[in-house]
């Protein structure tokens, strides 16, 4: 069977991802300020059970432990979010010693480990201070932003293997000032296009502090959620859905990051929210920088159809698990209609469907070539139970992990550019609104001790990096457990 089974080359970049307010805790140690995040889960009904991330995963106490299971794990690479507020408390100002102290003892752990750091300057966690003076609504932001890239730059630059700019400003963006299911929940849909182009502003800004500090060379991206989404039927009124859909959702990044313009189409299907006159004279060549390669972010696929008669177009958001709001991230899509998708569904509620992936690898090839790929994030949440041995046999995730690992693998042999693959996630972690209740780790979090624990979806990924052969899905239950570092062989 061996013979059957997909290899990748030895250059194929395997990691796992994580993100600093969803793992770290110690809000208020090492001289850190304030962010949205803990405002926002800390505001009564924003987050599932109130949880917040004062504790998280206790990485920032356990990193010594956690880059040795990562290095037990195998990873060659490991993709970490840098908080704002632990370098400039206030999104302003020189750096902060402890924060980057933390974080240069992080890389420095890493590259003692054999580990790529692969820093991503901003995971969602922007400093209050910031906030309070209109967040990514205003274009100080954006320049704060670039001088902060400045500042981390200046402070780990010689040690990080692969930067990158912003996380899905997708959900910065729309799910921060349009749905209001994120931080800081505001629900202005105009004031969300603007942070569309000041987060915009800010990658273009950063790309170019990173570069001045670090030469034309160093290895910069940007990692986005573009959504997958399908025309319900062949009808023009659903494919022109869909195409509405494409552009405020994926075109409004790709085309000012990527192509130097915003498509017509959306400043067309919003002018009755804004002018655009946020976007100023030379702002486009800005945002347009070069770039090492695009990371994607996939999890699942979307369906819509245009919605013609009487019902409620405010009928209600996506349900893409991110939250319930009376509010709709798709601003400027009144008339489009969100369909259920067939299963099978993780614990989000997000329907699994990898060709989706497939599919969207080789459209950005198609769309960008010589634009290498990386698979930033991909992974999946299930109700994990510990069985009575003691082990957590999680046969979903790594059947989820399988597949879509298939399908990167099918998507390079049609010729798509794709480096490597970041499994979502390493440990279990603070899901945002969902708080923990939805577990995405390979290494599961015993929430009261905080002991991290090998499921066997960590087990099968360890064998699939060491063999670079995707594995069978079966042989996940039956791989050893390692020996906790430091401890007695047998
Ligand atoms: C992505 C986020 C990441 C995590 C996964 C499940 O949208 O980048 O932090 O929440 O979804």
């Known amino acids: 069977m061996s013979s059957t089974q997909r290899t990748f080359p030895a250059d194929f970049l395997w990691g796992a991802a994580t993100a600093s307010y969803q793992i770290e805790g110690a809000v208020e140690e090492g001289g850190r300020g304030p ?25 920032y106490h356990r990193v010594g432990e956690d880059v040795a299971l990562m290095k037990e794990l195998g990873l060659q690479a490991y993709r970490f979010s840098i908080a704002w507020p632990r370098i400039q408390p206030t999104g302003r100002g020189p750096a902060n010693p402890e924060g980057v102290a933390f974080y240069s003892r992080l890389v420095d752990e890493l590259l003692a480990a054999g580990i790529r750091p692969v820093a991503t300057l901003y995971h969602w966690d922007l400093p209050q201070a910031l906030e309070d003076e209109g967040g990514w609504t205003v274009r100080s932001t954006a320049e704060a932003f670039g001088q902060y890239a400045r500042v981390v730059a200046e402070a780990l630059g010689d040690r990080v293997a692969l930067w990158t700019t912003l996380n899905e400003p997708w959900c910065s963006a729309y799910l921060g000032y349009a749905a209001g299911v994120h931080a800081p929940g505001r629900t202005e849909p105009a004031a969300s296009l603007a942070a569309v182009h000041h987060l915009n502003l800010g990658h273009g800004l950063a790309v170019r502090a990173l570069r001045d500090v670090l030469g034309e060379d160093v290895p910069v991206s940007v990692t986005l959620n573009l959504h997958v989404t399908r025309a319900a039927t062949d009808a023009p009124q659903d494919v022109e859905a869909k195409a509405q859909i494409d552009t405020v959702a994926n075109e409004v990044f790709l085309g000012p ?54 019902r409620d177009p405010g ?13 709709s991230p798709w601003v400027g899509c009144d008339r489009v209609e969100w369909l259920p998708q067939p299963g099978p569904h993780t614990a989000m509620g997000w329907n699994i469907e990898p060709q989706g992936l497939v599919d969207l690898l080789l459209e950005l090839h198609d769309r960008f ?23 957590v046999h999680d046969v979903r995730r790594v059947a989820y992990v399988h597949d879509h690992l298939e399908a990167v693998g099918r998507a ?32 599961r979090v015993d929430y009261d001790t905080l002991e991290r624990t090998w499921k066997d979806s960590a087990l099968w990924y360890r064998e699939v990096i060491r063999t670079r052969t995707l594995l069978p899905v079966e042989a996940a239950a039956d791989l050893p457990v390692p020996e906790p570092a430091g401890s007695p062989t047998a």
């Open 412 to 443: 390079r042999d049609a010729g798509a550019d794709v480096r490597g693959y970041f499994l979502w996630s390493l440990l279990d972690n603070f899901e945002w609104a969902f708080g923990f209740d939805r577990r995405f780790g390979v290494l």
């Open 35 to 59: 962010s949205i995040w803990d405002t926002f889960s800390r505001t009564p009904g924003r987050t599932l059970g109130g949880d917040t991330g004062d504790v998280a995963a206790d990485h």
């Open 315 to 327: 009928a209600g958001p996506r349900p893409d698990g991110h939250g319930d709001s009376a509010t």
């Open 257 to 310: 990051m990527l192509q130097g313009a915003y498509p017509q189409r959306v400043l067309t299907d919003t002018a009755h929210l804004t002018d655009w006159s946020f976007v100023r004279e030379g702002d486009l060549e800005l945002i347009r920088q070069p770039l090492t390669l695009l990371g994607v972010n996939f999890y699942s696929t979307g369906r819509v159809r245009r919605l013609e008669d009487e």
């Open 369 to 391: 070539p010589g634009l290498p790929l990386m698979v930033t994030e991909n992974g999946a949440a299930f109700a994990d139970e510990v069985s009575p041995d003691g082990r």
